[in-house]
């Protein structure tokens, strides 16, 4: 199960995954194992040696003497991808969004051009620390959303895919 | 009285990277002096000399010292001219990779390629076989075209599990002070992230020859005001690695464990001031160390994490000092550096000063950026740190950032609360509610109770509202 979880105004994209008395519990590529126990009251949680006694009350977590508030939103049930609610497949686009905000100082492919999965489709300057953008696939690039030197939001689209294998030609 | 100017948009090349904003800015709050900082012009000579004419003091180095220092060519020669060991390698800048080849197959690989022109740990690559050479070779030119304006390279042999050690200097017009060592061992991609004061690795003997080549060697460079000398701690040797012509991120270390304010100092020293210590007079206690929060994701390969700090609460205590540019609130623009703030204790000696950071991380509170704490508190465990066996490579070497599984205690309590909601059912199936809603009307309630409670469905498990 995926959901979006906002913490006290800090949002995080949390997946929960049942195993076998438990939980595995992924956000933003951590990873906790978690027990939980719900009773009439409280829900009673042990991750490794630590325990947490909740009480979720409307859109508060008490935990300990601190009140949390809560917002969720986009519950899905399916299990997440590599890529992010991507359709997947031969002949399925898919758009590659950026994880941050950032400059684009360089679009190493264009409209039609062959690619191979993890091959550098922009650059984005963040931080100045230049991050690659991969793609996530094979296949052939459809469109490039973004110009060099532009300045983009995160989550913007940057460019998108249609995967299949690429011809050998 | 502190007043803001605003110098332009927020590009580097539109604000703090502008002269003419700069300067403009420094005339509009007549203002009489201009300290650089560290980054964007401190260590730009022709910005130097531009105060001079405009009648600003600049609270740095002289321009002729700082443009020696900044090539890095010819400060190796310089050291070389004064006696200082200096890391084999090439004085002259390679014209093409053939001539690299042969200069890497005489020094012995792996190699390190250097730019000319370039500092701050950008534009260096290493090549461990003469199959890589022509690519790093073309790749280092284009970084340090693109970093520094000049695509030259230099070599030098790569040398392996080094300490990084510097000598903070200060020079006035009489005399001058060097400091006690500081150890920048801890790096990512030549980025330190971790510094302390003194160097587990220096003994008394060590400590002076280094003072006093660091101090000779910038006085050799007709040098004044604050400067860091860096060398390599190699097999019980040290060589000349370069200068840098400013004050340093971590120089709050060096004034934890002496006392001496280098910032006062270096606006003395510009305004002719002079220096309020000598090198007699100078003491030293305890052990100091400092650690980077860089606004980065360790468990995304340090990914930039800029945006809105949401929560924020420092580490409080004695010995503990924290100098930090961010609150809850602000914004960590992708603009610039990551770095948010420095994370500093100074304790009685090293056992201390690791357990000191240790408890602070642990009391770091930071949220609505993902930071490198996390990465701090697995590295303050290694066993090889808490030795202080370092050396500039071990952070990819031991894999530290790659054994990562937790963001720490905040983020765990997200996870407790995540595990809550799933197992209290808060999020079947059906439950679609959005909990944010604080007024859910009367009816909706009801319907929720009742699935909940395993009912009827009162409202298609679809609806939304």
Same mark, same amino acid.
């Given at each position: 199960?995926?959901?979006?979880?906002?913490?006290?105004?800090?949002?995080?994209?949390?997946?929960?995954?049942?195993?076998?008395?438990?939980?595995?519990?992924?956000?933003?590529?951590?990873?906790?194992?978690?027990?939980?126990?719900?009773?009439?009251?409280?829900?009673?949680?042990?991750?490794?040696?630590?325990?947490?006694?909740?009480?979720?009350?409307?859109?508060?977590?008490?935990?300990?003497?601190?009140?949390?508030?809560?917002?969720?939103?986009?519950?899905?049930?399916?299990?997440?991808?590599?890529?992010?609610?991507?359709?997947?497949?031969?002949?399925?686009?898919? /758009? +590659?969004?950026? *994880?941050?905000? &950032?400059? !684009?100082?360089? %679009? @190493? =492919? #264009?409209? $039609?051009?062959?690619?191979?999965?993890?091959?550098?489709?922009?650059?984005?300057?963040?931080?100045?620390?230049?991050? /690659? +953008?991969?793609? *996530?696939?094979? &296949?052939? !690039?459809?469109? %490039? @959303? =973004? #110009?060099? $030197?532009?300045?983009?939001?995160?989550?913007?689209?940057?460019?998108?895919?249609?995967?299949?294998?690429?011809?050998?030609? | 009285?502190?007043?803001?100017?605003?110098?332009?948009?927020?590009?580097?090349?539109?604000?703090?990277?502008?002269?003419?904003?700069?300067?403009?800015?420094?005339?509009?709050?007549?203002?009489?002096?201009?300290?650089?900082?560290?980054?964007?012009?401190?260590?730009?000579?022709?910005?130097?000399?531009?105060?001079?004419?405009?009648?600003?003091?600049?609270?740095?180095?002289?321009?002729?010292?700082?443009?020696?220092?900044?090539?890095?060519?010819?400060?190796?020669?310089?050291?070389?001219?004064?006696?200082?060991?200096?890391?084999?390698?090439?004085?002259?800048?390679?014209?093409?990779?053939?001539?690299?080849?042969?200069?890497?197959?005489?020094?012995?690989?792996?190699?390190?390629?250097?730019?000319?022109?370039?500092?701050?740990?950008?534009?260096?690559?290493?090549?461990?076989?003469?199959?890589?050479?022509?690519?790093?070779?073309?790749?280092?030119?284009?970084?340090?075209?693109?970093?520094?304006?000049?695509?030259?390279?230099?070599?030098?042999?790569?040398?392996?599990?080094?300490?990084?050690?510097?000598?903070?200097?200060?020079?006035?017009?009489?005399?001058?002070?060097?400091?006690?060592?500081?150890?920048?061992?801890?790096?990512?991609?030549?980025?330190?992230?971790?510094?302390?004061?003194?160097?587990?690795?220096?003994?008394?003997?060590?400590?002076?020859?280094?003072?006093?080549?660091?101090?000779?060697?910038?006085?050799?460079?007709?040098?004044?005001?604050?400067?860091?000398?860096?060398?390599?701690?190699?097999?019980?040797?040290?060589?000349?690695?370069?200068?840098?012509?400013?004050?340093?991120?971590?120089?709050?270390?060096?004034?934890?464990?002496?006392?001496?304010?280098?910032?006062?100092?270096?606006?003395?020293?510009?305004?002719?001031?002079?220096?309020?210590?000598?090198?007699?007079?100078?003491?030293?206690?305890?052990?100091?160390?400092?650690?980077?929060?860089?606004?980065?994701?360790?468990?995304?390969?340090?990914?930039?994490?800029?945006?809105?700090?949401?929560?924020?609460?420092?580490?409080?205590?004695?010995?503990?000092?924290?100098?930090?540019?961010?609150?809850?609130?602000?914004?960590?623009?992708?603009?610039?550096?990551?770095?948010?703030?420095?994370?500093?204790?100074?304790?009685?000696?090293?056992?201390?000063?690791?357990?000191?950071?240790?408890?602070?991380?642990?009391?770091?509170?930071?949220?609505?950026?993902?930071?490198?704490?996390?990465?701090?508190?697995?590295?303050?465990?290694?066993?090889?740190?808490?030795?202080?066996?370092?050396?500039?490579?071990?952070?990819?070497?031991?894999?530290?950032?790659?054994?990562?599984?937790?963001?720490?205690?905040?983020?765990?309590?997200?996870?407790?609360?995540?595990?809550?909601?799933?197992?209290?059912?808060?999020?079947?199936?059906?439950?679609?509610?959005?909990?944010?809603?604080?007024?859910?009307?009367?009816?909706?309630?009801?319907?929720?109770?009742?699935?909940?409670?395993?009912?009827?469905?009162?409202?298609?498990?679809?609806?939304?509202?």
């Amino acid at each position: 199960m995926r959901f979006r979880l906002d913490v006290d105004g800090e949002r995080r994209e949390i997946e929960v995954e049942p195993t076998a008395g438990g939980f595995v519990i992924r956000i933003d590529g951590a990873t906790y194992r978690a027990r939980a126990r719900p009773d009439a009251e409280f829900v009673d949680v042990r991750i490794g040696a630590k325990h947490y006694r909740l009480r979720i009350q409307g859109n508060q977590a008490i935990l300990g003497d601190e009140v949390h508030r809560l917002r969720i939103a986009d519950i899905s049930e399916e299990p997440g991808g590599e890529i992010e609610g991507r359709p997947t497949g031969r002949g399925a686009v898919v /758009e +590659i969004r950026s *994880p941050m905000p &950032g400059r !684009v100082v360089r %679009v @190493a =492919v #264009a409209a $039609g051009s062959q690619v191979r999965r993890g091959q550098t489709l922009v650059i984005l300057e963040a931080m100045k620390m230049q991050n /690659e +953008i991969p793609a *996530p696939g094979d &296949g052939v !690039v459809r469109q %490039v @959303a =973004v #110009a060099e $030197g532009e300045t983009i939001t995160a989550d913007r689209v940057v460019a998108s895919i249609e995967l299949g294998a690429p011809s050998a030609s | 009285m502190d007043e803001t100017v605003a110098i332009g948009g927020p590009l580097p090349a539109d604000s703090y990277l502008n002269i003419a904003h700069v300067l403009q800015a420094a005339h509009d709050t007549r203002a009489d002096a201009i300290h650089p900082g560290y980054g964007f012009l401190s260590e730009n000579p022709t910005f130097a000399t531009r105060c001079a004419e405009e009648g600003l003091v600049f609270v740095g180095p002289p321009p002729d010292a700082m443009a020696l220092s900044g090539d890095k060519i010819a400060a190796r020669k310089s050291m070389a001219r004064l006696g200082v060991a200096v890391t084999t390698g090439v004085d002259r800048p390679l014209q093409s990779v053939e001539e690299a080849r042969v200069v890497a197959a005489e020094i012995g690989y792996p190699v390190l390629f250097k730019a000319t022109a370039g500092g701050g740990g950008i534009g260096m690559s290493r090549v461990d076989r003469p199959a890589e050479i022509a690519s790093a070779f073309e790749s280092a030119r284009s970084v340090a075209l693109a970093n520094f304006g000049n695509p030259d390279l230099f070599m030098e042999k790569y040398l392996r599990r080094a300490r990084h050690v510097e000598v903070q200097v200060l020079l006035d017009s009489r005399g001058g002070v060097g400091f006690v060592e500081r150890e920048c061992s801890v790096q990512r991609r030549h980025q330190k992230l971790v510094e302390e004061t003194p160097s587990p690795a220096v003994g008394r003997g060590l400590r002076a020859r280094l003072i006093d080549t660091a101090a000779r060697g910038l006085r050799g460079l007709g040098y004044r005001n604050a400067g860091t000398v860096e060398f390599l701690l190699h097999d019980g040797r040290y060589t000349f690695n370069e200068v840098n012509a400013r004050l340093q991120v971590e120089h709050p270390i060096t004034e934890m464990v002496t006392g001496v304010d280098l910032v006062r100092q270096q606006i003395r020293i510009a305004a002719g001031d002079g220096l309020e210590v000598s090198q007699t007079e100078l003491t030293r206690h305890g052990h100091a160390m400092e650690c980077r929060v860089n606004a980065e994701d360790p468990i995304r390969n340090f990914l930039p994490s800029p945006g809105r700090i949401v929560g924020y609460r420092e580490p409080t205590g004695s010995g503990v000092r924290i100098d930090s540019g961010v609150a809850a609130g602000s914004v960590v623009p992708p603009y610039y550096d990551p770095l948010i703030a420095k994370l500093i204790v100074h304790t009685r000696n090293r056992g201390q000063a690791i357990e000191r950071m240790r408890r602070s991380i642990e009391a770091y509170e930071i949220r609505g950026v993902q930071t490198n704490l996390p990465f701090h508190r697995e590295l303050l465990r290694r066993p090889e740190f808490v030795r202080g066996d370092l050396w500039t490579t071990m952070v990819a070497d031991l894999r530290i950032a790659a054994r990562l599984r937790s963001r720490g205690p905040w983020e765990e309590r997200v996870a407790a609360i995540a595990a809550a909601l799933v197992a209290g059912g808060r999020l079947a199936r059906g439950a679609t509610f959005p909990l944010e809603r604080a007024s859910v009307a009367k009816w909706a309630l009801a319907g929720r109770r009742e699935r909940l409670a395993g009912g009827g469905h009162a409202i298609s498990p679809r609806r939304r509202w």
